[in-house]
């Protein structure tokens, strides 16, 4: 493809690039994105995107920075998919600390616009790395911001709240939503947690959420 004259668009190449890593070719694909480079073919902020998502893909976070790097330089702005695309490389890398300091630094200069899916991709990989408590921080933080945490990021908090048997934190949030959040894991880990005694409390949640009732082990 790359041998091609003259050479295909961008938008030709963005899509086959997006068919190899369909089929998880990653290296691959990246190769024929530096073929690519090197003669000068067309590519577009998608183009980059995918290169950033394959290097994200084979454990190589810093070429994915570079490649943005080579973006800023071409004139092309980063979008929210770019940056969500890095932190998910570091938190696959294992870089927590790097993907939160990148997830701030964005948040608070106002660089991209984040939206829901850039924030439970952060609180998702928090819970994942055992780092329910900074989770449930940021969850916090982004209830003050402008585009507000989905139900999806709530119920992600809750569950890990209640695998680490912090189940009054895990009810404070609970008891600020208006619709019902994974109150299987709610019940469960209060039971799990000797609360069976707590008779005001429960009474409280079987009151407001009868269909608990089907869950109680008697």
């Known amino acids: 493809m790359v041998a091609l004259k003259p050479l295909p668009s961008a938008f030709d190449f963005t ?3 997006g068919a190899l890593v369909k089929m998880k070719q990653h290296s691959v694909a990246l190769h024929l994105f530096v073929k690519m480079l090197e003669r000068d073919a067309p590519v577009d902020l998608y183009t980059i995107n995918t290169a950033i998502d394959c290097f994200c893909h084979v454990n190589r976070a810093d070429f994915a920075f570079a490649v943005l790097g080579s973006l800023v330089k071409r004139g092309v702005r980063p979008s929210v998919v770019t940056f969500t695309t890095l932190i998910k490389g570091l938190f696959l890398q294992g870089k927590v600390a790097e993907a939160q300091k990148l997830f701030l630094k964005l948040l608070r200069e106002k660089i991209c616009e ?4 850039t924030y439970l991709i952060v609180i998702n990989d928090l819970c994942k790395a055992g ?3 900074r989770a449930r921080d940021l969850l916090m933080i982004l209830e003050k911001g402008r585009c507000k945490p989905d139900i999806k990021a709530y119920s992600t908090v809750i569950d890990s709240l209640c695998k680490d048997r912090m189940v009054d934190d895990a009810l404070q949030i609970f008891s600020k939503l208006a619709h019902i959040v994974h109150y299987y894991s709610m019940v469960y880990a209060i039971f799990v947690d000797g609360r069976r005694r707590n008779t005001y409390k429960m009474r409280w949640w079987l009151t407001k959420y009868p269909q608990i009732w089907l869950l109680l082990p008697f």
Do not use: C, R, S, W
């Not at 984040?114 to 899916?117: I, T, Y």
């Open 114 to 117: 984040l939206n829901e899916v």
């Open 131 to 133: 780092h329910t408590l």
């Open 15 to 17: 899509k086959f690039l």
